[in-house]
């Protein structure tokens, strides 16, 4: 088949539908961005896609593969999306682009803040401020700023130790981030790089109970475990990645539950269904597309085609997730999807290694805000019609009104 472009209108409209034509008509596909000249393979079914998530020979950073020519690799990346030279080392050197010891040793160390007993704790403070912020919703609101935004910001700044007269800024940088065209990026990367040196120097002078204060302790007692980048990155990352994807994850399950009254009917009946039907929410409408870029450090077969060494790869989450190999009836949302009790079986959180860091945290925040949404507003409805950020690898609403009573 052709080559796929990932900026194709079509396919950011409807991936669901798109990428599942592409998965039928081979398990792995040549793609590109406009203007790259070198195609990536996308990886499509289930199975390949775990397997490549759990594959030690695939790695994040180019410079894990030996003797990868790591320098043009990264120009052509930072000609592509006119990244500053003096941002591309923030943009390319997170936890989310280390490998072996190196992203074992930065993943250790915020790892004690999203342990399954450290989310537990948190579900009081999470329902508190769930609450606060369904109190103050007028009768017609746009849910995703009025709620679906305010909270998982509020939780990741609280446990991260951003000020509350801070967390706007730190909103508009991240929405800025992933919405704004890759020439214009420049700007909210330096204003998120200078909101995160300036809560070093707050949280050094005056540290607290959070786990900035715990990483500027790491770095000024034992500076070779953390460099001043990596802190900066850290920061950026965690609140990123904190509340992004929990914000679309509530706006499009919550759409997804409007539109499908007998799943919210099910839910609403016996509450104790909340975290399977997380769990399903986030394989039927789930914010992320596909995982970032992996690359090759040898040549690997998969499905009778070798992946050559260097070469890029993205394993497609929303294809995996809708593959009818997998999943009975993957189209229907269905709220009561039995779960394997021991794993995770959706990749919508990814997989392996590399397997986001706050997942438990994210289904937590998810299970109280759709719990305590649809108890104190049983007649909510959809007040107009929900508008779409359309926007490469990422599934995500602008707007979505709703009416809270008749």
Not at 48 to 59: A, E, H, I, P
Request: hydrophobic letters at 40%; proline letters at 7%; charged letters at 25%.
């Amino acid at each position: 088949m052709d080559i796929v472009n990932l900026t194709d209108p079509a396919l950011m409209q409807d991936p669901f539908g798109g990428f599942a034509r592409i998965r039928e008509e081979g398990p792995m596909v040549r793609a590109s961005y406009p203007g790259d000249v070198t195609p990536m393979w996308l990886i499509t079914r289930y199975e390949d896609v775990k397997n490549v998530l759990s594959d030690t020979r695939f790695v994040n950073n180019p410079a894990s593969v030996p003797g990868m020519d790591v320098g043009n690799i990264r120009e052509q990346l930072m000609a592509a999306t006119d990244i500053d030279q003096e941002v591309a080392p923030y943009l390319l050197g997170s936890i989310l682009d280390a490998d072996g010891a190196d992203h074992l040793r930065l993943r250790r160390l915020v790892s004690r803040e999203f342990t399954a007993r450290r989310v537990i704790d948190l579900r009081p403070r999470i329902g508190e401020i769930t609450e606060s912020l369904l109190d103050l919703l007028d009768d017609e609101t746009d849910l995703i700023e009025d709620f679906a935004y305010p909270l998982p910001i509020a939780v990741i700044c609280e446990l991260v130790g951003v000020p509350e007269r801070d967390r706007l800024a730190w909103r508009e940088q991240g929405e800025a981030l992933m919405t704004l065209p890759p020439g214009a990026v420049n700007a909210p990367w330096r204003g998120m790089i200078e909101l995160s040196r300036d809560l070093i120097e707050r949280r050094r002078a005056e540290p607290g109970n959070d786990l900035m204060s715990a990483l500027i302790r790491t770095h000024d007692e034992d500076g070779d475990r953390l460099s001043d980048r990596e802190l900066i990155t850290m920061i950026i990352t965690l609140i990123l990645a904190g509340h992004e994807t929990t914000t679309h994850l509530i706006g499009n399950g919550t759409l997804a539950l409007l539109t499908h009254p007998d799943q919210l009917d099910l839910v609403k009946k016996d509450p104790g269904l909340w975290p399977r039907a997380v769990h399903e929410l986030m394989r039927w409408c789930g914010p992320v597309n596909g995982t970032q870029m992996r690359y090759a450090a040898e040549d690997v077969e998969i499905d009778g085609q070798t992946i050559k060494k260097g070469e890029g790869v993205i394993p497609v989450l929303v294809s995996a997730n809708y593959d009818p190999r997998r999943f009975a009836d993957p189209e229907g949302l269905d709220v009561s999807r039995e779960q394997d009790s021991r794993r995770e079986v959706h990749v919508g959180f990814g997989h392996g290694l590399h397997y986001c860091l706050g997942a438990a945290l994210a289904r937590s925040e998810a299970e109280i805000a759709f719990n305590a949404l649809f108890r104190r507003f049983p007649d909510l409805a959809l007040a107009g019609e929900p508008e779409r950020q359309y926007v490469p690898w990422s599934w995500r609403l602008a707007r979505l009104p709703v009416r809270l009573s008749h």
